[in-house]
Each structure stands twice: as structure tokens, then as C-alpha cells.
């Protein structure tokens, strides 16, 4: 069975600091990776997705993540935080023939000025 | 501007009323979503409907009942809710029939007193 695992529940960095969240799937084939952002009292956006091919994807607002099969991870990085990226951060996984996305529990982002 | 629109925004409501919630999405998709997020807990898909059919009821209780007339419109509608009920209800649309990224609306705070 699919899942996703966030370790981290809330993550805690001064603004202009670099950052790395952390996601583990599992899945037994190519999985389908997303991560996505969610603001106080708002829906879910997507940040990027990984579906194949290279290995590093670009997603919006700075963002970029790295997928690495052999450690099962797909890690969410950004150069330098900005104070209006504090949020709670999902990452997902699907897989062939479902429509379902399992969601990992988030990442609380905070940011100190 | 996701695409996704849900209406309404926040709702309160007893334990004996019914209402119900509305999605509406621009994107052309085919496959919607509901979603509660309740604090604390992971993500959990309620219903799924592709081309307008159910394809995924996860052991919600009836007291919530889902209904989709077309490929752009999704309801759920609500009766007899107890207070553990209260969160905040989201939907989301993809293309459907994969793990395409889903586009989330802003959701509905719902609060059952």
C-alpha cells in the first residue's frame, strides 16, 4: 500500500535561511510526487510534481524538490525563506490506474524575521 | 485563483439541521473530490466522483451524503451532524482516470454546535 511520511511536523527557520523538508513514500513502482502548500484557513496549492524524467523539478514561489528512488524520499528545498512562505506544506504520492493521492500528515513552516 | 470555488466560505450549524455545501470548478476536469481536515489529523478523503459517478466512498457516515450532477459541480449535503463533525471541508478537481495533481478550493470552515 501507498503512504507518505513527513517526519517533521513543524519546522522552525530565520527568514533568508535555507530550507529542506523532508518526505518518504512508499510505493512498490514510479511513483507520482507532489508537494503542496497550504495558508491559515485556505485550500491546498500546488507547488510542483514529480511524474518521471529528471529528477529535480522547479515549482513556484522558489521552491524545488528532489527525487531520489533509492532513499524513497522526495525533499522539498528553498535557497532563501521568505516570511510569506510560512505555511503547512503536504506532500503526496499516487500511483498507476487511481485518481487518489495519499497526503502525508504536513510540515509546519515558521518563520523568524 | 485556483479554479476551484466553494461556497460558502464558513458555515454554523446545529446538530438538527440540514445544509449543504458547493463546489464548483473551471477547470474542465472530470474527476472531484471532498475532503475533510480536521486539526491535528491527516488529510482524509471522504468521496470521489469521476464523469459523475461515485468511484470512492471512504466509510463516511450517511449523515453526509455527496451528490454530483455534472462534471463541474459537486454537493454535499449535511443532516443530523454531531460536533465532531466540525472542520474544514475541501474539495478538489483533476482530469481523473490517473494521479494527476488535483487544484483544491479554499474550503468551507464548517463549526456543528
Known amino acids: 500500500a501507498q503512504s507518505v511520511t513527513q517526519p517533521d511536523i513543524h519546522i522552525t527557520v530565520s527568514e533568508g535561511a535555507s530550507l529542506e523538508l523532508r518526505c518518504n513514500y512508499s510505493?512498490?513502482?514510479?511513483?507520482?510526487l507532489f508537494w503542496y502548500v497550504q495558508s491559515p484557513g485556505q485550500g491546498l496549492q500546488l507547488l510542483l510534481k514529480y511524474f518521471s524524467g529528471d529528477t529535480l523539478v522547479q515549482g513556484i514561489k522558489g521552491f524545488e524538490a528532489e527525487f531520489k528512488r533509492s532513499q524513497s524520499s522526495f525533499n522539498l528545498r528553498k535557497p532563501s525563506v521568505h516570511w510569506s512562505d510560512a505555511a503547512e506544506y503536504f506532500c503526496a504520492v499516487g500511483g498507476d490506474n487511481t485518481d487518489k493521492l495519499i497526503f502525508g500528515t504536513g510540515t509546519r513552516l515558521q518563520v523568524f524575521p | 485563483e485556483t479554479g476551484v470555488t466553494q461556497t460558502p466560505r464558513h458555515l454554523v450549524m446545529g446538530m438538527t439541521n440540514k445544509k449543504s455545501l458547493k463546489c464548483e470548478q473551471h477547470l474542465g476536469h472530470n474527476a472531484m473530490y471532498w475532503y475533510k481536515q480536521s486539526a491535528k489529523k491527516p488529510l482524509e478523503l471522504m468521496f470521489v466522483y469521476n464523469f459523475k459517478e461515485q468511484t470512492e466512498n471512504n466509510s463516511v457516515p450517511s449523515r453526509f451524503s455527496p451528490e454530483c450532477p455534472n462534471s463541474s459541480h459537486l454537493f454535499l449535503h449535511l443532516h443530523t451532524l454531531q460536533p465532531e463533525d466540525s472542520a474544514l471541508y475541501l474539495c478538489?478537481?483533476?482530469?481523473?482516470?490517473?494521479?494527476?495533481?488535483?487544484?483544491f478550493g479554499p474550503g468551507t470552515r464548517l463549526t456543528v454546535t
Open positions: 478538489a478537481s483533476s482530469r481523473g482516470g490517473e494521479p494527476y495533481e488535483q487544484y
Open positions: 510505493y512498490g513502482a514510479t511513483p507520482y
